[in-house]
């Protein structure tokens, strides 16, 4: 299982760099130039993105109180409809539909794999010398990182039973180990994604691709009775929540435009 999903996700990410290289004309291998390295600007921006993804909810505008009313509404809808999509997907197995979940959907949100996907990204990007993917994989590193850790959080704090051991949705507070609430696969699944699609949305297929990785990874641990839909949903908001919130800081790196009679381009220093 490890070797052939695997070799389907390096050939994938070898093919985005390849793509993204040719196509998509603001990468940042453009730049003229990156100028320093150093341990203190990348590892210090993670404390300066935890606070913004914590501060992100809080109702301090128009819009944050929206977008609040809206996934309120959405999570808690979802909720009355838990146990009827578990019967729905107990009703609908099939042979193809195991082997898409087993070897493609569930890896993609499984713990190891988002580490897989980042250091690819990061190697493939340094060999053929394209900055964006190696700034890209670095942020959607730091994004798996924070929004894993507070998946861990919600789950040891909710500790609601898994549909597999549980008799209804509503045992909250019982789990010692089958912690459901919020689904770790989906809130990693949603990480990785929607990065992707946030750095690479001009492109056409990248956002596709991603996108049914992501629906896939969620889809797949209702199918394998791991989470209810409520679990899955959590999970989205919080990956998405917090991809968007690293993606859209820019703490440790600085753009500096340049202009000369020959070249207009930028410089790029990333403090790493």
Not at 61 to 87: H, M, P, Q
Request: aromatic share 14%; with cysteine; hydrophobic share 40%.
């Amino acid at each position: 299982m490890f070797l052939k999903t695997g070799v389907w996700i390096l050939l994938l990410f070898i093919a985005l760099s390849l793509h993204c290289r040719a196509q998509d004309s603001d990468s940042l291998q453009h730049a003229d130039s990156i100028k320093k390295f150093t341990n203190r600007g990348y590892f210090k921006s993670y404390i300066t993105d935890v606070g913004e993804v914590l501060k992100a909810p809080l109702p301090n505008s128009r819009k944050n109180i929206l977008l609040f009313g809206v996934f309120g509404t959405a999570l808690t809808t979802s909720y009355f409809f838990d146990e009827s999509v578990k019967a729905w997907s107990s009703e609908h197995k099939h042979r193809s539909i195991d082997v898409l979940c087993q070897y493609v959907f569930e890896p993609y949100g499984s713990g190891l794999y988002p580490l897989i996907i980042t250091g690819s990204m990061y190697a493939i990007g340094s060999i053929i010398k394209d900055d964006k993917l190696r700034y890209t994989s670095m942020n959607t590193l730091k994004a798996v990182v924070i929004s894993g850790a507070i998946a861990r959080i919600y789950k040891i704090s909710f500790r609601r039973e898994r549909p597999s051991t549980a008799s209804s949705n509503s045992e909250w507070f019982k789990s010692i180990n089958n912690n459901s609430f919020i689904s770790g696969h989906t809130t990693l699944a949603f990480a990785v994604s929607s990065m992707l699609f946030l750095e690479y949305k001009k492109t056409v297929w990248i956002p596709v691709v991603s996108s049914i990785l992501a629906l896939g990874a969620g889809y797949s641990r209702i199918y394998e009775d791991k989470h209810w839909l409520s679990d899955i949903l959590a999970g989205a908001i919080i990956g998405y929540g917090t991809a968007y919130v690293v993606y859209k800081s820019k703490s440790w790196l600085t753009i500096i435009p340049q202009i000369n009679p020959n070249q207009v381009g930028i410089s790029v220093d990333i403090r790493f």
